[in-house]
């Protein structure tokens, strides 16, 4: 073989040799250990520590809410949908994480709009509970720990033995949907459907004075208050309330 | 003719490269020598098949499912996500996002926006926050939904196809991750993404993307947004377990994926998407 040929090969051989070196150099050893990528990659993406934390951590501190939060329909909603995400400096830093503003909290999923699902319960702002009520905060008639209560689903008419009068709905609104009460609206299941009836012709005739409940009773017919009072008088009175 | 000057120039050089590649050769193979002595290790270590320590990812075939049915537009997968992933807070750059199609009365098209509109970022009053404002309110609607959207961590990536340094990669349980480290900042993958679900991270010049929150799923939690959605649009689980969640829904629905024509085979599973959505 002429020398020019054999020198030209030896530095072809050098050059590849020292590509190759460099190759090796640079890539991360992990590279190509499980394809065309650095495992170690893998390792620190797994190995980010969680934020959003969930509701076991909550109930850790908050136990007592369990009961009632299991067995409404907000069961579905995480305790950080409404009390913030992330790093909230609660409880290190002693942050309150009670929403203040609960219209505008709840009407991130409550307002009525028209994408939304039907389904979903749902409130025009300015003419729930009454059109033209004064805005009122929405935890000063529904718990949100347990809007609905007991098994039933939000949004659904309550089912209780016996026919369901149509205007159940609207007591529902602040009774509960199985009449179980909420804060100062109080339990109307299981209550004697003779005491409840009286209660309702009361309010309806002035009797009792009560803006809101005498609104309701003006609309509601001889039959329909009958209709009620054996209906809630039916349903299983509530279990006692825990309040932590 | 040549000098005696010259003949002793090619010598001495001859020498030299001789000499140097003689080094080299040594170089070179102590190197590979090394490489290979570690690819031994690694290969009789049980360890090396699976790079998270305590997670076999050989065992799983994650998938995710969402019914757009179920969606109220509540936009806290976004949030939730925003915290987890630590995205950029900004109205720019989102690794899940949610869509709102609308169809007034008499249309054919539908009007689409999303979080990022700035109508609705007057309406959260912040970047940071988001919300859907009320705009169709008093309108006159035939049709409207939200549509929440992702990664689609497809089967066939068309991102880690174009990557050209493999910064971005399917992990062998599935999920299309990147590699910050690696990733050059070349933006190939946001533009092959049918999707658009990649997000360009300015400040350290690499590009990003929705990982299904591996650090999350290895520890067997589920995704934040999976975790947060409250009326269970979002649905998360490994397809190698029958009972679990999207096991379940895609069993029980019939569901469509986005851009089936696109050829990446996405691992997104959908229930009640609609002719416009794509």
Not at chain 2, 113 to 135: C, H, V
Not at chain 2, 142 to 156: A, G, L, Q
Request: proline share 7%.
């Amino acid at each position: 073989m002429p020398k020019y040929i054999v020198r030209l090969l030896l530095i072809l051989i050098a050059g590849s040799l020292l590509a190759y070196a460099a190759k090796v150099h640079f890539t991360d050893p992990s590279f190509y250990r499980f394809g065309h990528y650095r495992a170690d990659a893998v390792t620190e993406i797994a190995g980010l520590k969680p934020v959003i934390q969930g509701a076991g951590q909550c109930l850790k501190c908050h136990e007592k809410r369990e009961q009632d939060w299991a067995a409404g329909s907000h069961r579905t909603v995480q305790c950080e949908v409404c009390h913030g995400m992330g790093k909230t400096g609660h409880p290190d830093d002693g942050v309150s994480l009670v929403p203040k503003d609960t219209i505008r909290l709840c009407t991130m999923c409550h307002a009525a709009m028209p994408s939304r699902p039907a389904r979903q319960p749902q409130i025009v702002v300015g003419e729930h509970p009454f059109a033209g009520e004064e805005k009122s905060q929405c935890i000063s008639c529904h718990d949100p720990h347990m809007p609905g209560g007991g098994e039933a689903d939000a949004g659904q008419p309550p089912t209780g033995p016996g026919a369901v009068p149509a205007v159940v709905s609207k007591c529902a609104k602040c009774h509960g949907s199985m009449g179980e009460g909420h804060k100062k609206n109080p339990a109307l299941a299981g209550r004697p459907a003779g005491e409840l009836a009286d209660r309702l012709n009361k309010y309806r005739s002035g009797d009792i004075s009560n803006k809101i409940m005498k609104k309701y009773a003006s609309a509601l017919s001889d039959e329909e208050i009958r209709q009620l009072a054996e209906y809630y008088a039916a349903l299983p009175a509530p279990r006692p309330r825990i309040d932590p | 003719m040549k000098t005696e000057d010259n003949k002793t120039g090619r010598r001495n050089f001859l020498r030299t490269s001789g000499a140097a590649l003689a080094g080299l050769g040594a170089v070179v193979g102590g190197t590979l020598l090394g490489e290979a002595v570690a690819g031994t290790d690694k290969g009789n270590n049980p360890e090396s098949s699976s790079p998270v320590p305590g997670y076999d990812w050989k065992k799983h075939r994650w998938a995710y499912g969402i019914d757009a049915t179920k969606c109220i537009g509540c936009l806290r997968c976004v949030k939730a996500c925003k915290e987890e992933n630590d995205v950029a807070r900004d109205a720019n750059h989102f690794r899940t996002w949610v869509e709102r199609y609308v169809y007034l009365e008499g249309e054919e098209k539908p009007l689409v926006d999303s979080q990022a509109d700035p109508q609705n970022i007057a309406a959260a009053g912040t970047e940071a926050d988001y919300r859907f404002d009320n705009r169709y309110k008093d309108k006159k609607v035939t049709k409207s939904f939200f549509i929440p959207k992702m990664c689609n961590h497809c089967e066939h990536p068309a991102c880690v196809q174009v990557c050209p340094v493999g910064a971005t990669f399917k992990s062998e349980d599935g999920v299309v991750l990147i590699d910050h480290e690696y990733c050059i900042g070349c933006r190939y993958c946001i533009q092959a993404c049918p999707y658009g679900a990649r997000l360009f991270i300015e400040d350290m010049g690499v590009s990003d993307k929705c990982t299904w929150c591996y650090h999350r799923i290895t520890k067997g939690l589920q995704p934040a947004c999976v975790e947060v959605c409250p009326t269970h649009t979002r649905v998360f689980g490994d397809l190698n377990d029958a009972s679990s969640p999207v096991s379940k829904f895609i069993r029980e629905n019939r569901v469509q994926v986005l851009k089936p024509e696109s050829g990446n085979a996405p691992m997104c599973f959908y229930v009640g998407l609609d002719k416009d959505v794509s």
